[in-house]
């Protein structure tokens, strides 16, 4: 019995001790509430790619030729166009006129469809341009070789009598005729300054030579080009100056077949009849362009004229690659004094075939 006691109190004991130890133990601590998540901010819109810069390029009748042998004027000016797209990444559109009827609709064609910058290659486009720059004053425009009065239109012209000047010189120094022949295509005031420009010059080496000159009515015909310089060329006339776009390929043709001189134009034509091309009357259309999409790029356009003459390499003459060497040393010589002294304003070369009959070098 007393043994029972015993243990029932040890019992008790236990887990009074128990109890107390329970009692006395640290409180677990309530998980802290979760923290609510931040709202997700909302996706700012992504922002819209900038347009893409785009440039067009229009023809006159001229249009582009179909080998790099035979480029001309309007080549050059595509030439300028494939160089923006490479160098500036800007997208690039051609477009080739059939006649002067398509030149306005052209026009606005490019700029409804948001062109940046539109640049018509040729006199031809004055009135089109005229009439189309300010129904689209947003929109640049660039005409070479004439002059529109607008805020938004770049004239780049050039001094075509000055580069004519020099190679009429170097028709001169080698005729044995005395005789020299001049093809223009359509007659205006532009061809013109081709034609005074090589009257001068030829009078500055020989103030006797004669001069015969013709039209062909067209910058696309070169049968007629090949017609008219062959008639010339029956005149006595032994080196011929072609200033006809397309038409003075059938000029390089008729030198080639009777053995004697023609000159190209615009572009370096040497090449195209190795040794009957004297030389080219080069002028630097793809620069001009080039300048004129680059400014408009870069937001620095501004209406206005440019000129592109000798002091800025705007025009000139080739190497004469193939026909150098039968070129008295001399006469090169004299030919590059004529184009220091044009640069410096000695020569002031004439632009009218009536200036350019009384000509006479300056002391």
Request: charged share 25%; hydrophobic share 45%.
């Amino acid at each position: 019995m007393k043994t029972m006691r015993k243990l029932s109190i040890i019992a008790s004991i236990v887990l009074v001790f128990a109890f107390v130890l329970a009692s006395c133990a640290p409180k677990a601590e309530a998980a802290a509430p979760a923290e609510e998540a931040a709202p997700a901010e909302e996706a700012a819109p992504a922002e819209e790619a900038a347009p893409a810069f785009k440039a067009a390029m229009i023809t006159d009748l001229g249009g582009l030729s179909t080998s790099e042998e035979t480029k001309g004027f309007s080549d050059l000016g595509w030439d300028a166009f494939k160089k923006a797209k490479e160098d500036l990444g800007i997208e690039t559109t051609l477009i080739e006129s059939k006649e002067l009827a398509d030149l306005e609709p052209n026009l606005r064609k490019m700029a409804d469809e948001g062109y940046n910058i539109i640049v018509g290659v040729g006199y031809l486009f004055t009135d089109a341009i005229a009439a189309v720059a300010p129904d689209y004053p947003d929109t640049k425009f660039a005409i070479v070789d004439s002059v529109v009065d607008s805020p938004n239109v770049m004239s780049l012209t050039f001094a075509e009598e000055q580069g004519s000047f020099l190679v009429g010189a170097l028709a001169a120094g080698m005729s044995k005729s005395g005789t020299i022949g001049f093809v223009g295509g359509m007659e205006s005031a532009l061809i013109e300054k081709f034609e005074a420009g090589y009257i001068a010059g030829a009078r500055a080496i020989n103030p006797d030579i004669k001069v015969v000159s013709g039209y062909t009515g067209s910058f696309s015909d070169v049968a007629a080009g090949k017609e008219l310089t062959l008639t010339q060329y029956g005149q006595g006339a032994d080196v011929v100056y072609a200033a006809a776009g397309a038409c003075g390929l059938g000029t390089i043709e008729a030198a080639k077949e009777k053995g004697f001189w023609a000159i190209g134009v615009d572009t370096n034509q040497d090449a195209v009849a190795p040794g009957s091309v004297l030389t080219s009357m080069l002028k630097h259309v793809e620069v001009a362009v080039y300048d004129a999409i680059k400014e408009a790029y870069d937001g620095t356009f501004a209406g206005g004229v440019k000129v592109y003459d000798l002091k800025v390499d705007g025009v000139g003459y080739s190497d004469m690659k193939y026909s150098v060497d039968k070129v008295p040393a001399e006469l090169i010589e004299k030919v590059n004094t004529f184009a220091d002294e044009i640069k410096s304003g000695k020569i002031v070369v004439p632009t009218t075939r009536d200036e350019a009959n009384a000509f006479v070098l300056p002391e």
